[in-house]
């Protein structure tokens, strides 16, 4: 078993929609939580960054952690064309720089 | 500020060459992680350099080896490439092991 699972998709949704991206885990020593995009031959580039539990906004996008259930949610409201890309979830320990990073979603917002 | 830079972007080697990457941290960071990207396994950890020294190292064999320099660049060797070294090798700076990690956009590695 994956220490990290995350549904690959792909997931399409109309312009406008509310988008629910998930990962959940395994290991509880887990304590910094972030989400990532990632475009077609591009890097990943940083979207959300949570320490520990909690729900954190930011524009469109809302980063959800339950630790007591080992489950992390996105959110992207009234999604965008634009937003059609690869999310990774990604989380780590206490002092360590090691990510461990789900598989990724591919989403792709139609017009 | 600057982002991660990573060189080359691109590059064709063949089964049992060796290759270096290199990678250039944002300004004022000190710590480099590496990561192996393959549709198979997604993004893997390799390894950690802090101020010159490894504090983490991920699953991969011993062909997989890295330095940090006193100005925090950093590179990373794979010698007797296998084709199941084919990836994307991904840079990425922080500046301490408990902050974000923000990416470089790559190295592109094709082995044949």
């Known amino acids: 078993q994956k220490e990290v699972e995350q549904d690959p998709g792909p997931l399409s949704v109309p312009e406008g929609a509310i988008v629910s991206l998930n990962c959940t885990y395994s290991?509880?020593?887990?304590?910094?939580f972030m989400w990532y995009r990632q475009y077609s031959r591009k890097g990943p580039e940083l979207l959300m960054y949570t320490y520990s539990s909690g729900n954190k906004e930011d524009g469109r996008f809302t980063a959800q952690v339950d630790k007591s259930s080992k489950y992390i949610s996105l959110f992207i409201r009234d999604s965008q064309p634009s937003d059609s890309a690869t999310y990774l979830c990604?989380?780590?320990?206490?002092?360590?720089?090691?990510?461990?990073f789900g598989q990724g979603t591919t989403l792709q917002v139609k017009p | 500020k600057a982002g991660v830079t990573q060189t080359p972007r691109y590059l064709i080697k063949t089964r049992g060459q060796q290759v270096t990457l290199s990678c250039s941290p944002i300004s004022g960071h000190r710590s480099v992680s590496w990561y192996q990207q393959t549709p198979g396994q997604g993004l893997q950890f390799l390894f950690e350099?802090?101020?010159?020294?490894?504090?983490n190292k991920g699953n991969f064999p011993g062909r997989f080896s890295g330095r940090q320099f006193s100005n925090s660049r950093s590179e990373m060797n794979v010698s007797t490439l296998e084709l199941g070294d084919s990836a994307l090798y991904l840079c990425?700076?922080?500046?301490?092991?408990?902050?974000?990690?923000?990416f470089g956009p790559g190295t592109r590695l094709t082995v044949l």
């Open positions: 290991n509880s020593a887990f304590q910094y």
């Open positions: 990425a700076s922080s500046s301490s092991s408990r902050d974000t990690q923000y």
């Open positions: 350099y802090f101020s010159e020294t490894q504090r």
């Open positions: 990604a989380m780590s320990a206490l002092n360590t720089g090691k990510l461990i």
